[in-house]
């Protein structure tokens, strides 16, 4: 037992370091965030910065060009220090809020499509030998072998003909069926390590094909269904390229063409673009947390015998 | 009428009438690349109007400088886009030559464009174009007066003062503080020296002239800024110089009129001319460029009119007034240059000063193959890889080669008839002999309705969005759509597909592709399943250790990708640090050597891909009956055993399809190639395939052989899918 517990130590401290490797780089998104000088990069490893005092001469509040100041570190300039700044204007002086409920839409539908749609096809293709299937999963994953850079000036022409430019609908539809072929072979996987025998007893006790799919299959499958969410969820929420194409109006902007509005060729507003990066990471990391438990459980309650 | 119908002709009565209302009004719709400041003041000026003109709505459209032309450049040929475009000055050659702005000539009266100074009224093959409301955008020197006590005026007291500025102010032996840094690699941030060695890198008939003394001995001078007098750092690119200036880890910075409103209030700094040259007596020159309004060419009649006055507004004085005075912006008319509201301010004062040494900034189109061409051999000098004198004239040799590529107008080949021919005939020919296939599917689908139904609704989705684009795509590849052509494109044939695959760059880009898609699918799925192995098992904090892991794919990746630019940074970024200060090893060079530049690629898609094959690894893992643990424990299986007998076996559904996806997105993974290494740095040697297409066809117009290469990309990832089906069939996924 001693054994066990030292192990589980040493794996515990491995992953501990990993995991801090891995989140160095966000903690240097919150730091750039948090400054209040608008420079995305330091040569120090610090995360805060100590603001400098200065005298405030004509009274107004900020340190204007030629006040004196405390240059406690010498280096020849005031040190702002850090703070919230950023996070304040963003959410007083932009539209980040408008951009956060029209992302929620338009992410809800293409999850919501993804899901149903996922879980439906994916199942045809596990359990059904059918003419075209191979052909079907094939061509599935042909759609995402074209570079989608050359595919935005086709595109652009068919939604302005059908009159989608503008239009959340073809947003929508863009990004569900860029999403949807890795949901369905994901689906499709995991239903292929669910044993066929369950639908079939099913079937004997009187259910219909699509009940013994929705009451026995789906509720088994709450792992895979867990991921096709979150990868739909992904598609759409963090989705620049088609969105800048498709959204020509600023009152119809999702958080990612929100946010590279921050962004200019050499002149970037690096504290609202990071501070509005750390709070788009926001609802992902909850839906993650909420959608946790559900991807720990499926088959486990032991009611297979494989 | 049935109750359905009525409710929709109501519906169709209320959306009319809507539209009418709508009408009453004029929408003018501006897109711009303006600065976030700005735009606030521009949205401030078209308020005014607004409100002078009741019937008039003005719609502000924000995009980077890139992809307001891309953009514009499709909405235009599609017929459509913004009535008017706010951009810089050369934009004009291209959009002209493409024919999606209208000349101006016949909008105004001759009086209206004197009342501009000469550069503010941008004339490109004896047309005007562009009416520019501001002008600049032009280098100048910028030193922090606390380290800095008078400016230098020539190149020695530069690098007297640079050097006494360098210095290492906490005895670590690594240099805190720089006598002088800027954006020097980037080619536009160079350029102004190739004016004071006495040359210019574009002849007045619109030819390259990059094979000059002048620009081996600007080489040759940068070059010497950095390995001899050690004055600016290895390595900084924009951001990096921005915050040394801005903490004072700099005594000055070559800098745009732009980032001015940047650092006031954050470093107490003057305003100078770059050095003059000490060899040559020469002032470095600038680039001087108007920004403004163009037309869109399908702009007509009553609209047209109402576009004019409104640029008319937004060129006029007192919208210039306003800008130089809340903006510090120069003026681009005459009357309001000579106003005190300009010759008052000190700062516009002293910026117009390196106006007057500057020169106007090329509106040819061609100017995109000379940057190109100036770029990658300017970055191999730094590199180290060539002399000054062969890049010089490689530099000239490429971008001869690649404006003749740009334009060049393919003539349709003899493989056209085989197209228009032989391709219908052939798909009749495969059709007649698929018939009996198509028939048995239509028997099997009155069989099997369930599977079908369950089935279509997403297939039918999938691809009726893809198919358009992607037959669209084929057919832009047999075509000669370029710059020259972007109007009247017309199938050619084969020829771009036959400059593919005689091309020997292609296969190295191909090499390097593949060398990059499997290391980061070898590491994204060892990574994701050791972890999901290792985090599925009793452990303290297990869920906050699982969520913190997933924060790579929580981040948009187009900030933390430029996150991890940052980090690579030779002197100041983290890494480095890391590596010098804990493992004291010596600093590595991550952006500017070609083998180290694309590790650093890799690197930041191998943090960035990871925790989704985790994710997938972790749904995977509930699917395993424990008793299979149970039961290998019970015959005396080992740890190791289990999991490879067990675990890997069992995840392999699961995973297959994430494995087979992740090699095809990471084959065309274009963004973090392109933000890591900024678009192919050093001198375009970090580039895979989709990058490739990206910069051949955005960068230098040339869609058709972006298309033909993008279909050879399509065509080998077919061939690795049918293979790969083929191989999964014989192990038998299927249950």
């Known amino acids: 037992m001693k054994n066990k517990k030292i192990e589980t130590w040493g794996i515990f401290l491995l992953l501990t370091m990993f995991t801090l490797l891995t989140i160095y780089p966000a903690i240097r998104i919150i730091s750039v965030s948090l400054r209040t000088d608008n420079a995305f990069q330091t040569k120090s490893l610090a995360f805060l910065e100590r603001g400098e005092a200065f005298k405030d001469e004509n009274g107004n509040g900020v340190w204007d060009q030629g006040e004196p100041f405390e240059d406690n570190n010498h280096n020849g300039r005031r040190d702002a220090g850090s703070g919230f700044k950023s996070y304040i204007e963003l959410f007083t002086k932009t539209d980040f809020l408008r951009w956060a409920w029209n992302s929620f839409f338009v992410t809800f539908m293409v999850t919501l499509t993804g899901v149903v749609l996922a879980s439906t096809s994916g199942y045809a293709l596990s359990r059904f030998q059918f003419r075209g299937k191979q052909l079907t999963m094939l061509s599935l994953l042909t759609t995402q072998m074209f570079p989608a850079t050359m595919l935005l000036l086709p595109f ?55 009940g013994a799919f929705y009451r026995i299959i789906l509720p088994l499958s709450s792992p895979a269904l867990v991921i096709t969410a979150l990868f739909s969820f992904m598609a759409s929420w963090n989705e620049y390229v088609v969105a800048n194409i498709i959204l020509q109006d600023p009152d119809l902007y999702t958080l990612p063409l929100g946010l590279k509005s921050f962004q200019a060729s050499l002149s970037t507003q690096w504290g609202l673009y990071s501070a509005g990066a750390v709070i788009v990471s926001i609802p992902v990391t909850i839906l993650f947390i909420s959608l946790a438990k559900y991807l720990v459980s499926g088959l486990t309650m032991g009611s297979v015998k494989g | ?34 600065l976030y400041e700005n735009r606030k003041a521009l949205r401030e000026m078209c308020d005014r109007y607004e409100a002078e003109h009741p019937d008039i709505e003005i719609s502000l459209l924000y995009r980077e400088t890139e992809e307001l032309r891309s953009n514009y450049q499709s909405s ?27 000349p101006l000539d016949d909008v105004f009266e001759p009086e209206f464009f004197k009342g501009f100074v000469d550069n503010a009224v941008v004339r490109y093959k004896g047309k005007i174009w562009m009416i520019g409301d501001v002008m600049g955008n032009h280098l100048m020197l910028l030193y922090n007066k606390k380290l800095v006590k008078s400016p230098p005026e020539n190149t020695d007291q530069m690098i007297r003062i640079g050097q006494a500025l360098t210095k290492d102010l906490n005895g670590d032996g690594k240099i805190d503080q720089y006598g002088l840094v800027w954006n020097f690699t980037e080619p536009f941030f160079f350029v102004p020296w190739v004016g004071g060695f006495g040359s210019w890198l574009i002849t007045d008939d619109g030819r390259p002239n990059l094979n000059t003394q002048a620009m081996v001995n600007a080489f040759t001078f940068i070059k010497s800024l950095r390995d001899d007098y050690k004055i600016i750092p290895r390595e900084s690119d924009y951001e990096i110089a921005n915050a040394m200036f801005k903490t004072g880890a700099a005594g000055m910075i070559i800098n745009g009129d732009w980032s001015l409103g940047d650092y006031e209030g954050v470093v107490d700094f ?53 800008y130089a005075s809340k903006l510090n912006m120069q003026p681009s008319s005459i009357a309001a240059l000579k106003s005190p ?4 301010n000190e700062e516009l004062r002293e910026s117009a000063k390196s106006i007057e040494v500057g020169r ?86 009155r069989q099997q309705k369930f599977a079908y139904y369950m089935l279509l609704p997403a297939v039918i989705g ?20 370029s710059l020259r052509t972007f109007q009247n494109w017309q199938i050619v044939g084969f020829q771009h597909y036959w400059e593919v695959v005689t091309e020997a760059r292609f296969y190295g880009i191909l090499l390097k592709t593949i060398i990059w898609t499997v290391v980061n699918i070898v590491f994204h799925v060892t990574l994701g399943v050791l972890l999901a192995v290792l985090i599925n098992r009793t452990l303290p904090a297990k869920k906050t250790l699982r969520t913190l892991l997933i924060i790579p794919w929580a981040l948009p990746q187009y900030i933390t990708a430029l996150t991890w630019r940052g980090m690579f940074n030779q002197e100041y970024g983290s890494i480095n640090l890391i590596l010098t200060k804990f493992f004291h090893l010596t600093p590595i060079q991550w952006l500017s050597q070609p083998f180290e530049a694309f590790s650093a ?42 999991f490879r007998k067990i675990t890997l076996p069992m995840l392999k559904p699961v995973m297959i399809p994430a494995i087979v996806l992740g090699i095809v997105w990471t084959f065309n993974n274009i963004n973090v190639v392109w933000l890591v290494s900024n678009a192919g740095e050093p001198s375009d040697q970090t580039h895979i395939l989709v990058s490739y297409v990206y910069k051949a066809a955005f960068n230098l117009y040339r869609y058709g052989y972006g298309a033909a290469l993008s279909m050879v990309i399509f065509l080998i990832l077919l061939v690795f899918g049918i293979f790969f089906m083929k191989k999964t069939k014989a192990t038998g996924t299927v249950l």
């Open chain 2, 341 to 344: 509201v300009v010759t008052e």
């Open chain 2, 76 to 102: 235009a040929m599609g017929g459509s886009g913004p009535e008017l475009i706010y951009g810089p000055s050369d934009q004009v050659g291209p959009f002209s030559t493409m024919g999606i702005i209208k």
């Open chain 2, 270 to 322: 003057g305003i100078t001319r770059i050095p003059k040259v000490s060899a040559t007596g020469l002032w470095p020159t600038p680039m001087v460029s108007t920004k403004g309004y163009s037309i869109n060419v399908n702009v007509t009649g009553e609209l047209l009119d109402k576009c004019a006055d409104l640029i008319r507004y937004l060129t006029s004085d007192e919208v210039q007034y306003y």
């Open chain 2, 360 to 445: 106007p900034m090329p509106v040819q189109p061609e100017m995109r193959a000379i940057w190109d061409a100036l770029r990658t051999q300017y970055q191999a000098v730094l590199g180290g890889d060539k002399t000054p004198e062969e890049a010089a004239r490689l530099s000239q040799l490429n971008a001869e080669k690649q404006i003749r590529d740009m334009n060049d107008i393919l003539k349709p080949g003899p493989s056209v008839i085989f197209i228009k021919w032989i391709f219908p005939l052939l798909l009749v020919i495969l059709l007649g002999f698929y018939r009996k296939q198509i028939v048995l599917f239509f028997r099997d689908f």
């Open chain 2, 462 to 481: 999938i691809f009726s969005v893809v198919i358009f684009p992607f037959l669209y795509n084929i057919l832009l590849s047999l075509s000669n759509f």
């Open chain 2, 601 to 642: 690629c890799i690197i930041t898609n191998i943090w960035l891909g990871f925790p989704f094959m985790m994710v997938i690894a972790l749904g995977g893992l509930q699917s395993i009956p424990q008793e299979l643990y149970e039961a290998a424990r019970v015959d005396g299986a080992s740890r190791f055993q289990q």
């Open chain 1, 156 to 210: 652009f022409i068919l939604l302005s003909k059908l009159g989608l430019i503008n239009s959340y609908l073809g947003l929508i539809i863009i990004y569900s069926s860029t999403a949807l072929p890795f949901c369905i072979w994901q689906m499709k996987g995991y239903y292929d390590t669910i044993p066929a025998s369950l639908e079939e007893s099913a079937r004997l006790d009187g259910c219909s094909q699509f």
């Open chain 2, 1 to 34: 009428m049935k109750p359905g119908l009525r409710i929709l002709a109501f519906l169709f009565l209320l959306i009319a009438a809507f539209t009418t209302i709508g009408k009453a009004k004029t929408r003018i719709h501006i897109w711009h690349q303006m």
